[in-house]
């Protein structure tokens, strides 16, 4: 049974382009959370997608965007990049409601904006 | 800001020892879990404590909550080379998780 799995690994981008990470979550989950963790720091919410619409969002700018596709896999976009969105983006996986159940994460995709 | 913060940020300790990292909240919550990192990789999920729970063990973890004082630990016991990572605990809030800045441990074989 595959785990959650990301890709890309690695990406690099210049500002002002815009990025499309992928995420695929464990097997039987249904719902996908998307985070960014920056350097040194702890993994910070960007949003929570269930039965493909967005059900959460944390405190990111619209530039920030994504989707669930029905068999609950997950793309994050970013647009107008920015240096700032250099990071470890990280999704993760989970059964609904999310508060009662483990969430379990994907390796992640390392940004860099240059 | 962040809801859960871990103390210390940094702790070093001989293999063998034990290690506590605490966490601390600033609501109610359904929930609390802890996870690992190694070095940037992705998380791995250790434990998963409710609120109604006051002590939970997984192998040589032992987590305990007191939902009074908003805090959780987490203790390792007889910790060894590999357990060297960064610890967080993450809280829940209207279905969202709020991660600390973590603890960075170091075991020392």
């Known amino acids: 049974d595959a785990g959650v799995t990301q890709s890309p690994t690695h990406l690099i981008k210049t500002r002002g382009q815009q990025v499309t990470l992928r995420c695929s979550p464990k097997s039987g989950h249904d719902t996908v959370s998307w985070y960014q963790q920056a350097l040194g720091q702890g993994p910070q919410f960007i949003f929570q997608?269930?039965?493909?619409?967005?059900?959460q969002r944390g405190n990111f700018p619209d530039r920030f965007s994504g989707h669930q596709f029905p068999n609950y896999s997950s793309e994050l976009n970013v647009n107008a990049l920015l240096l700032g969105d250099s990071a470890l983006y990280l999704c993760?996986?989970?059964?609904?409601?999310?508060?009662?159940?483990?969430?379990?994460f994907g390796p992640g995709t390392r940004l860099t904006v240059l | 800001s962040q809801q859960g913060e871990e103390d210390p940020q940094a702790l070093s300790i001989q293999e063998g020892e034990n290690a506590t990292m605490n966490c601390s909240y600033k609501t109610s919550i359904n929930n609390l879990q802890w996870y690992r990192q190694n070095s940037g990789r992705g998380l791995v999920h250790l434990i998963l404590i409710r609120s109604n729970e006051r002590e939970k063990h997984s192998g040589r973890l032992r987590v305990t909550l007191d939902t009074s004082k908003k805090s959780s630990s987490l203790l390792i016991t007889a910790s060894r080379a590999a357990d060297t990572a960064s610890y967080f605990c993450?809280?829940?809030?209207?279905?969202?998780?709020?991660f600390g800045t973590g603890t960075s441990l170091t075991v020392i074989p």
């Open positions: 993450a809280t829940d809030r209207s279905n969202q998780f709020y």
């Open positions: 993760a996986s989970s059964l609904t409601p999310v508060a009662y159940n483990e969430q379990f």
């Open positions: 997608y269930y039965e493909e619409e967005e059900r």
